[in-house]
């Protein structure tokens, strides 16, 4: 595959760039700070309140279904 990118004769380089989000220090470092203060505001929450939120957005309920889980 990587012989098809290039003819074996040439001299032209290939500029790959790596766009994963790992690799580049900045972005691990925002994602990191970010899901910590997520996490202190949400731990800010009365608990009925936290659980719904966890419910919506990380298990990806709808509200009919939280208020059934919930009882409320």
Do not use: C, H, W
Not at 34 to 44: D, F, K, M, Q
Not at 46 to 54: E, H, L, T
Not at 55 to 69: A, N, P, R
């Amino acid at each position: 595959m990587f012989s098809e990118m290039v003819s074996a004769d040439s001299d032209e380089m290939l500029d790959f760039k790596d766009e994963r989000t790992a690799s580049m220090p900045e972005a691990v470092m925002d994602q990191k700070e970010t899901s910590r203060l997520i996490g202190e505001i949400l731990n800010t929450l009365p608990d009925d309140q936290r659980a719904a939120v966890g419910l919506f957005y990380y298990d990806g309920m709808s509200v009919k279904e939280i208020s059934e889980v919930l009882a409320v």
